[in-house]
């Protein structure tokens, strides 16, 4: 609503001044919370460039291990000991809060490494390149589960920042200065209506004086 549409009285001015109050109360929160974020954000990042590098690394380690491991065994018994396994872990998608704004939580029910009695096939039976492969490929499965909470982390993050930023905007860069233009205006009519007023009062005291 435009100044110059309100009706300038003194409840419209103290609603007013109410309002401004409240929305720079809200504005300092919003950027507090903003501050917050951006701050969580530069963590969070960190830890993303350090779970990307654990990753490559990791992947780099288990190619290279199952890469060996066919070369001496052979690629069939390296599928016979990825058939073989008995192990079945489960991934549970959650939610955690960050300052009012959820962000996924994802975990393993359980560790990723698998004991040797739930891998199916007998330590005798397969050789130490197969096994080191295994555990390869276990390390990597286990960083990328966290390495997935981390990027999601981050990515809601920023757009949390965005939305927050827009609000920020908003109430700094118009909202705010609209209810300040609001309140210089009905402040401006009432003044004037109030020298209307004392003007009126004195004519009509100076006719009354002449009338006598």
């Known amino acids: 609503m435009s100044a ?24 300092k929160i919003l950027k507090m919370k903003r501050d917050g974020l951006i701050i969580e954000f530069f ?7 350090q779970m990307r590098a654990g990753v490559s690394s990791d992947y780099a ?10 070369a001496v065994e052979g690629d069939i018994s390296v ?8 192990a079945d872990h489960q991934v549970i998608v ?33 050789s130490a390149y197969i096994e080191e492969a295994s555990v390869a490929f276990e390390k990597l499965l286990d960083t990328l589960i966290r390495a997935a909470e981390v990027e999601t982390t ?3 993050l920023l757009d949390e920042i965005e939305r927050t930023k827009r609000r920020v905007n908003a109430l700094e860069f ?3 200065p609209d209810l300040r233009e609001s309140e210089r205006f009905v402040k401006f ?24």
Do not use: C, F, W
């Open 4 to 27: 110059h549409e309100i009706t300038p009285n003194r409840s419209v001015l103290l609603d007013l001044k109410r309002r401004i109050k409240l929305t720079k109360g809200g504005h």
């Open 43 to 49: 963590e969070t990042l960190e830890k993303a460039r």
């Open 61 to 70: 380690a288990a190619i290279s291990k199952i890469a060996i491991a066919r």
């Open 79 to 86: 599928k016979s000991a990825a058939y073989a396994l008995q």
């Open 94 to 126: 959650g939610s955690k809060n960050i300052m009012g704004m959820k962000v996924p939580k994802v975990e393993a029910t359980g560790s990723m490494h698998t004991d040797i009695a739930h891998k199916g096939y007998g330590v005798i039976s397969t």
């Open 154 to 156: 981050m990515k809601k």
């Open 174 to 176: 118009k909202i705010i």
């Open 189 to 212: 009519s009432l003044e004037e209506m109030e020298r209307e007023n004392t003007t009126r009062l004195k004519h009509q005291k100076k006719k009354g004086e002449v009338a006598e």
